[in-house]
């Protein structure tokens, strides 16, 4: 029989990862004598929930086994040595579905599309569990059962992949060790194959993360070819294992464009169309914000300090461009991840007549006098109107890949690559 282990909430603040957990549950069933099939996989789910350890991730893989009781006693098994349960925040879920049974994977499908870009409450999750007689472990709250069936359910039509390194146990918690040059190389090798190693632009690593969890770094990539020919040149402190993953980060699957919702939620990821109404703006902190007239109304864009550079571009804004923000709604903002520039507004000045025999600027004779040219004497009555030349052109601008969020799909990944400005 094959069936979909679906697992969430794992860990804390303080320690763990569900990635690290589920890979030592499939060594685990592995050794038991059942088969994994295929790669595992790594959903990332709606990036703005309150609860979220981190990266909001779950993962699910595809087991053949003949004895569900036996492949339920090694996760709950595994569960119970390697989840944070001490942590009040961490709330373990895990399911066991029926590969074969489409009723509920494709029920559970819609599901996991509304918890990747919605909110969804327990019940929902509780109700499909004893509609489907689902079998599933729930620990304390369970909560984890949410992000457990959405990684089941998920079908992606694009997808990308990750390998995760994870590192020897006596090390969790201490800095990690590694030669920083190995990934701007693996990168110089690899891009666009695999992206988001490394920020040229700001001079870091973002591949290693600085948590406390078990992961050492995580190589993402189109093939699992170019991933393996990145991390054969990474040099790093000793890895005590890895697993490569089939993932929905860097595809956009968040956000909800326009057209499909009647207005905006909190907590929920969004492409909105507009023109600018308000020009940017600075407050303390570095972080830019200006206004956009929507068809949900007036809206509220920031580019937050962390974004970098991207913020020059935001600040060169003016009244009356057209563009389309894309990034979450949260505190009745859109946090912009990236930016459409459709067009750009024809901005005028208003300059001191030219002389049309010396072509040198005239010069005012006094307050409502008209001009003159002091040289050849010529007149004009009024200033004329001069376009400005606009520091910007039109397209799409990403933040830097330090500040991108798991699922944002990087520039260097869209299909028309003309108009975009890519921030490696
Ligand atoms: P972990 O490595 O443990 O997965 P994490 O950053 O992914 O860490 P979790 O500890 O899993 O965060 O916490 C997220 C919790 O929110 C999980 O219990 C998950 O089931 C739940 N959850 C995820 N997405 C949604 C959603 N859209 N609506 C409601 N609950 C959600």
Known sequence: MRVWVGIDDTDSRDGMCTTYLAKVLMEKIEKEGFSILGLPRLIRLNPNIPFKTRGNGAVSFLVESESLPELVEITNEVVLEHAELDDEDTDPGAVFIDANNDEILNTLYRFSMRVIRDVVSMDEALFLIGKYLIPHLKYKRGRGLIGALAAVGAECRDTTIELLAYRRKENFGRMREFNPDSFFLADIVTYPETFDTVDWGNDSVVSVPNSPDPVLFGIRGESVSAIMKAYELLETEEIDMYQIFVTNQATDMHLYSEDEVAGLLENRSYILGGKVVEEPSEIEGGHVFFTVSTRFGEIKCAAFEPTKQFRNVVRKLKKGDMVVVFGSYKDETINLEK????????????????????????????????????????????????????????????????????LSKPLIRMENQTDCHVLR
Do not use: D, W
Request: charged residues 45%; proline residues 6%; hydrophobic residues 25%.
């Open 339 to 406: 930016m459409k520039i459709e067009s750009l507004a024809k901005i005028y000045q208003e300059l001191n007549p030219i002389c049309p025999e010396c072509g040198k600027r005239m010069e005012s004779e006094g307050r409502k006098k008209g001009f003159r040219c002091k040289r050849c004497k010529t007149k004009a009555k009024e200033k004329i109107r001069v376009e400005i030349k606009r520091e910007l052109e039109t397209g799409y601008y990403e933040v830097p890949p330090c500040a991108r969020r798991h």
